[in-house]
């Protein structure tokens, strides 16, 4: 199982201090600087969310730039927001929207575990548990592999979820519920990750939810 990037309310404070060096940056030079501060805080966590939606690592790539580029040209967005990290992440989700609505079609998954794992796909299809994990997460519907990224690699509450996506609290704790139900079948084989799904109930869902 890869390991969980920790959820830490100062983050929020860090993404903000990084937005208003941007937007107080008087030269070129020190904009760019910012946005590729920014850049790097957030950009592996942010693709990895956007792949969950596009289910293609180049689109997701695509999904992120463009929302550095309106961050680059608008900072304030995230200087005035009450939570940045979570309007980044809201950001991303829409560009991600715009992408799937304005493609032709659907591809094959490819190289979703790149991002995810910060592997190599050649690498991955090596690891059969790994490969059998992230097959299961990308045939979910994309409503529901968000929430699971959200919450398991994000660490974001229900409610905060719910901020990010849209939708409320309950819908949110519904879905990853069912994602749970569906990974849990198909992943009963896979001893770790089987596990730890499994160990988490409805109950507990619907508690949080609340």
């Given amino acids: 199982m890869v390991g969980v990037m920790q959820n830490d309310v100062p983050?929020?404070?860090?993404?903000?201090r990084v937005a208003r060096e941007i937007a107080a940056g008087r030269e070129s030079a020190d904009r760019t600087f910012g946005l590729a501060t920014l850049y790097d805080l957030t950009a592996d966590r942010l693709v990895r969310f956007s792949?969950?939606?596009?289910r293609r690592q180049h689109d997701a790539e695509d999904a992120v730039s463009t929302a550095m580029v309106k961050v680059a040209s608008r900072p304030n967005l995230l200087v005035d927001a009450d939570r940045p990290w979570h309007y980044l992440l809201r950001m991303v989700r829409n560009e991600s929207l715009v992408i799937l609505?304005?493609?032709?079609?659907?591809?094959?998954?490819?190289s979703i575990a790149d991002r995810l794992i910060g592997r190599s796909t050649d690498v991955v299809a090596q690891d059969d548990e790994n490969r059998l994990v992230w097959?299961?997460?990308a045939s979910l519907p994309a409503p529901q592999s968000e929430v699971v990224v959200l919450k398991i690699w994000e660490q974001l509450t229900f409610a905060e979820i719910a901020s990010v996506l849209q939708i409320t609290p309950s819908t949110a704790a519904s879905r990853y519920r069912y994602a749970l139900e569906k990974l849990s079948g198909r992943l009963a084989t896979v001893s770790g990750f089987g596990q730890c799904v499994s160990?988490?109930?409805?109950?507990e869902v619907s508690e949080a939810a609340r």
């Avoid at 304005?102 to 094959?108: D, F, H, P, V």
């Fill in 11 to 16: 983050f929020n404070e860090v993404i903000r």
């Fill in 51 to 54: 792949v969950s939606i596009t």
């Fill in 101 to 110: 609505r304005t493609r032709s079609r659907w591809s094959a998954i490819g």
């Fill in 135 to 137: 097959q299961a997460l």
């Fill in 199 to 203: 160990a988490v109930s409805p109950d």
